[in-house]
């Protein structure tokens, strides 16, 4: 009977700490608005509008997108105004808490057309009390 309660007090205990910590990370990332957010993102870039872009990312990542981007143009001959088309989210990778981030992460693998070549960027988007934005960003032409 005493191990009986101590497994009844045990399974609550856990559940009770399983629960707290889902919600003492604070709020997740919605897939749906990341995806509108990264499309916003594309849509900044094939307008060539690499502020634009820029203010996209989050507050704890300054990056020169125009040199970044114009990189890619000259090295691999393609051109971002020609548009940038997303053919499929191929995958993707969730995190309520982050130790170095310190929040909530949220990373995507995306199939895209560049004008007619096809790439593949990996973003991951953050959401801490820094701010929300992109984080990380790997583009990989094919």
């Known amino acids: 009977m005493k191990k009986t309660i101590f497994r009844i007090i045990a399974t609550v205990l856990v559940s009770c700490s399983v629960l707290l910590s889902f919600t003492s990370c604070g709020d997740g990332i919605d897939r749906d608005e ?16 690499y502020k634009g872009a820029e203010a996209r990312l989050h507050p704890d990542r300054n990056e020169d997108l125009e040199a970044f981007f114009t990189g890619i ?18 995958g993707f990778s969730y995190s309520w808490y982050n130790s170095t981030v310190d ?13 007619n070549a096809s790439a593949v960027f990996d973003v991951e988007i953050v959401k801490n009390n820094n701010g929300y934005g992109i984080y990380y960003l790997n583009l990989i032409i094919k």
């Open 103 to 115: 929040g909530s992460t949220l990373k995507y693998t995306i199939d895209v057309k560049i004008g």
């Open 73 to 90: 143009e000259a090295a691999k001959n393609v051109d971002f105004q020609s548009g940038i088309t997303v053919e499929s989210y191929t």
């Open 34 to 49: 990341a995806k509108l957010f990264i499309e916003s993102f594309f849509a900044e870039i094939s307008a060539g509008n």
